[in-house]
């Protein structure tokens, strides 16, 4: 299977945003949807502005996209400490931290498969024993490299190889077409809260809208890109799945925090992790599939 291409991905997110901008219009013209049309187009205007960040870095290639992730981890960082941990200087190391290992990541092979290895333990534990007795500066920095600091890492990786720089990107994309998407679907249609405690505006109808248009993305992108229908359709599926996953876990530390959002960089997208929590999970999750075994 040929590797997916940054520069075809870049023309996909190109065609997307203008598809993107055409349906808000017409549901900013249409009475009945009006209102939810211009609150989505501010919402997207923001997005915007990051996924053209994000295709610019990614057509550069590594040597822009190392120190941007670099910078990126350092602001995640400090973002997560400060909802989990905010007195004294926790924010701030816990971003130096986290843009080291980041960085440390990109590395090589092994550094990234050692970085996964840790995950995995930590996830295990945090699942076996979620009681166990520690110190409550221990458990959260357990918790912030569980998520989102040593996922931020794998992705980071897989961003900067030459098989997978594509796919990274082409993640991205899913991620924001599920996620827009899901947004509209549960503004026009959604009533039933999907999950109630952790992320109450997120709606069963919403989720439903969403990988429904994930699938069929996947399915008539699959040809012109060269790609297996099915394996399209696993990747979009995983993709979905792995988004959902970071949602909910950046959800937990806000909610833990008891905060509505991460530290505020962008009007209406709240902190850099609330922008990013679901293209973390799903390109480490996707990262973690190649480093263990993936036919591409």
Do not use: H
């Not at 069929?216 to 297996?228: E, H, M, T, V």
């Amino acid at each position: 299977m040929t590797p997916l291409l940054v520069t075809d991905m870049a023309r996909i997110a190109v065609i997307l945003i203008a598809a993107g901008y055409g349906l808000l219009g017409v549901l900013s013209l249409v009475p009945a949807t009006r209102a939810t049309g211009i609150d989505i187009l501010k919402v997207f205007f923001s997005a915007t502005l990051i996924a053209c960040v994000l295709v610019g870095l990614f057509l550069l290639g590594p040597v822009a996209l190392v120190p941007a992730f670099a910078l990126t981890a350092l602001r995640i960082g400090f973002e997560s400490a400060a909802v989990r941990m905010p007195d004294g200087p926790a924010p701030l190391l816990i971003g130096i931290l986290c843009a080291g290992l980041t960085v440390a990541t990109t590395l090589d092979w092994r550094m990234a498969l050692a970085t996964l290895g840790i995950w995995f333990l930590l996830l295990a534990r945090l699942i076996l024993l979620p009681n166990a007795s520690n110190p409550r500066t221990s458990k959260s920095i357990l918790d912030l490299l569980v998520f989102p600091i040593l996922p931020l890492g794998l992705l980071a990786y897989g961003a900067i190889q030459p098989n997978l720089a594509g796919l990274m990107l082409a993640t991205y994309i899913l991620v924001e077409v599920f996620d827009s998407l899901a947004l509209v679907s549960g503004r026009l249609f959604g009533r039933t809260p999907a999950f109630p405690s952790l992320s109450p505006k997120k709606t069963i109808g919403g989720l439903i809208g969403g990988s429904v248009c994930l699938m069929l993305l996947a399915i008539f992108a699959a040809g012109p890109l060269g790609q297996p229908v099915w394996l399209s359709v696993v990747v979009a599926f995983l993709t979905g799945i792995f988004a959902i996953a970071g949602d909910l876990a950046a959800s937990r530390l806000k909610r833990i925090g008891g905060v509505k959002d991460f530290p505020v960089v962008l009007n209406r997208q709240g902190g850099l992790l609330d922008s990013l929590d679901s293209w973390i999970a799903a390109g480490a999750g996707l990262t973690a599939c190649q480093l263990l075994w993936w036919p591409w």
